[in-house]
């Protein structure tokens, strides 16, 4: 009897599967509220003026048999056109009816990831989750990483070491977009935040690699949040990493 290849890609049945895990909220609370405040009540990560949310075909293939919730994205201009024009052949952008029609189990991976990516180190390893640093100055939850529940975390590393099975090309472009975060990092001197596997928090030396324990209060508010008073931290920071949650109360930068 011949034996059934595994795939090659993830198919719409495995995005199915990572879909129905991986139904956690980064916070206890909607963290979309802060941004949104100043982006005309949308969140920053609902309104593709800000994020246009980016699925492979495989996963867009699926939405339109689960929901009319999407539409394939259509630029409104030449600017965002020629952004568009390097998209990998099997990616799609889409564009949802807007954060007020939400369906929560029929968000796109784009969707239930932001504001985090997968972070990878030198050797290939899957250490976490970082940050899509382009989006610090808006996006709220990059100035107080401190409110990520250990759910998100956790279940957005069984989501990737999911996808990463079955999808070479998936992780072979956040392991370039880790490499890219390095150099940006490095020509600002900044450490990178790392929120591991583990459920620890460290922080990344782009120079060196060197990987070490840190404080939410090294990496700094950002954008309309940079005087903003820190966020109550989700409950588990406190008994699994309490030594992450010392100097947050002080000036952050």
């Known amino acids: 009897m011949a034996k059934t290849r595994p795939p090659r ?21 909607d963290c979309g509220a802060k941004c949104g405040e100043h982006n005309n009540g949308a969140p920053i990560c609902c309104s593709t003026e800000a994020a246009i949310p ?47 029609s939400c369906e929560r189990e029929n968000r796109s991976m784009s969707c239930r990831t932001f504001p985090f990516f997968p972070y990878i180190d030198r050797e290939g390893d899957f250490l976490g989750m970082s940050v899509f640093w382009g989006f610090e100055d808006r996006c709220w939850v ?24 079955v999808d070479r090309d998936e992780f072979t472009a956040n ?22 596997r583990d459920g620890h928090l460290y922080k990344v030396t782009p120079t060196t690699h060197e990987i070490k324990t840190a404080r939410f209060h090294e990496f700094g508010r950002w954008g309309f949040y940079e005087k903003d008073k820190p ?9 699994l990493d309490p030594n992450s949650l010392k100097g947050l109360t002080r000036a952050s930068r």
């Open 231 to 239: 966020a109550e931290p989700a409950k588990h920071w406190a008994t």
């Open 142 to 165: 990059q100035s107080h990483l401190q409110i990520v529940n250990l759910r998100f975390l956790t279940e957005f590393v069984a989501a990737y070491e999911m996808l990463f099975q």
């Open 175 to 196: 392991r370039d977009h880790s490499a890219s975060m390095r150099r940006v990092f490095t020509r600002h001197d900044r450490p990178i935040p790392l929120l591991g």
């Open 54 to 100: 980016i699925v492979d075909k495989h996963e867009w293939k699926l939405l339109k048999k689960r929901t009319d919730l999407w539409h394939e994205y259509k630029a409104p201009d030449k600017a965002t056109e020629k952004e568009l024009s390097d998209l990998h052949h099997d990616c799609v952008a889409i564009e949802c009816k807007g954060f007020m």
């Open 9 to 29: 890609t993830a198919t719409p049945e495995i995005y199915a599967d990572i879909y129905k895990m991986f139904m956690a909220p980064v916070s206890a609370f």
